[in-house]
């Protein structure tokens, strides 16, 4: 017979031990953490889609959470394709409480996909560590490592100082010279940035990219009226990051782009 629940736990308190003591018998001691990171074009939403759908045939029940989607909406998207609807994380979101909202509407949490991890702030990679050790919750976090400077982004920093797992996606991207890359560079009409807003997401085939359309997200201090230049990124080497190297053909397919507007003599804006 289970012992019956007491009467002080609260079911839906992510700073409780949960599913209560009784129950925790039967299940893992605790979650884990878990950080693919890799550049651009690597893989990393698709892995993450994939995640999700092979712990799902299993049966287990899971949150897609998201932290700017270069698509500019609350979801999952990979470039070959796949698409996922998620919750946002904002700068201020408690990640505990998306998963304490999900047990008081009835739904069991196993699992967390998190992608574009690298926009999360510290605090909030701490509390999914702590939904990971306190609720048994598996965390599978998705980003880059490092951004435009090549300076590890505060939320991938803390990845890995606290997660269980650090695994490199291991589709190669390469520099336009072969080599492998693994500097995402911010490039403005062929010149590698060095300084910026660290963020500044886009994702605007170069078909599509026109002075109206930026495709934006948390880009408010680059847009006014003044002039428009084209911002992409490419991945790079690090001999051709260091250098500015971005090879003799700047504007390849695939690239990501975003129509510019400056607002200051200072016009670098910011993604990672």
Same mark, same amino acid.
């Given at each position: 017979?289970?012992?019956?629940?007491?009467?002080?736990?609260?079911? #839906?308190?992510?700073?409780?031990?949960?599913?209560?003591? &009784?129950?925790?018998?039967?299940?893992?001691?605790?979650? =884990?953490?878990?950080?693919?990171? @890799?550049?651009?074009?690597?893989?990393?939403?698709?892995?993450? $889609?994939?995640?999700?759908?092979? $712990?799902?045939?299993? @049966?287990?029940?899971?949150?897609?959470?998201?932290?700017?989607?270069?698509? @500019?909406?609350?979801? /999952?998207?990979? =470039?070959?394709? /796949?698409?996922?609807?998620? /919750?946002?994380?904002? &700068?201020? #979101?408690?990640?505990?409480?998306?998963?304490?909202?999900?047990?008081?509407?009835?739904?069991?949490?196993?699992?967390?996909?998190?992608?574009? &991890?690298?926009?999360?702030?510290?605090?909030?990679?701490?509390?999914?560590?702590?939904?990971?050790?306190?609720?048994?919750?598996?965390?599978?976090?998705?980003? /880059?490592?490092?951004?435009?400077?090549?300076?590890?982004?505060?939320?991938?920093?803390?990845?890995?100082?606290?997660?269980?797992?650090?695994?490199?996606?291991?589709?190669?991207?390469?520099?336009?010279?072969?080599?492998?890359?693994?500097?995402?560079?911010?490039? =403005?009409?062929?010149?590698?940035?060095?300084?910026?807003? #660290?963020?500044?997401?886009?994702?605007?085939?170069?078909?599509?990219?026109?002075?109206?359309?930026?495709?934006?997200?948390?880009?408010?201090?680059?847009?006014?009226?003044?002039?428009?230049?084209?911002? =992409?990124?490419?991945?790079?080497?690090?001999?051709?990051?260091?250098?500015?190297?971005?090879?003799?053909? &700047?504007?390849?397919?695939?690239?990501?782009?975003?129509?510019?507007?400056?607002?200051?003599?200072?016009?670098? @804006?910011?993604?990672?």
């Amino acid at each position: 017979m289970t012992a019956p629940l007491d009467d002080d736990t609260d079911p #839906t308190d992510a700073l409780s031990p949960v599913p209560a003591a &009784a129950w925790r018998r039967d299940m893992p001691v605790t979650g =884990r953490v878990k950080f693919c990171y @890799g550049p651009m074009d690597c893989g990393k939403s698709t892995l993450a $889609l994939q995640i999700d759908h092979n $712990l799902a045939r299993q @049966g287990r029940q899971g949150l897609l959470l998201v932290r700017h989607d270069r698509s @500019g909406t609350a979801q /999952i998207s990979s =470039r070959i394709g /796949i698409t996922r609807e998620a /919750i946002e994380v904002e &700068a201020g #979101t408690d990640v505990r409480a998306v998963v304490r909202l999900a047990w008081e509407r009835g739904r069991h949490v196993d699992y967390l996909i998190v992608d574009e &991890a690298q926009f999360l702030s510290p605090l909030q990679v701490e509390q999914l560590t702590e939904l990971a050790d306190e609720a048994c919750i598996d965390v599978y976090c998705f980003g /880059i490592a490092t951004d435009f400077r090549s300076e590890l982004f505060p939320g991938a920093r803390r990845l890995f100082e606290l997660a269980d797992e650090l695994q490199p996606v291991q589709v190669e991207v390469l520099c336009w010279c072969g080599r492998p890359g693994r500097f995402n560079a911010r490039v =403005r009409d062929g010149v590698v940035l060095r300084t910026g807003d #660290t963020v500044f997401v886009a994702d605007t085939a170069p078909s599509t990219a026109t002075p109206a359309s930026t495709g934006e997200v948390n880009s408010a201090t680059t847009r006014s009226s003044t002039g428009t230049a084209t911002v =992409r990124y490419q991945v790079l080497c690090r001999r051709h990051f260091r250098l500015g190297e971005v090879g003799p053909d &700047a504007s390849g397919p695939g690239e990501l782009q975003v129509a510019w507007q400056a607002e200051s003599p200072h016009p670098d @804006g910011g993604y990672g």
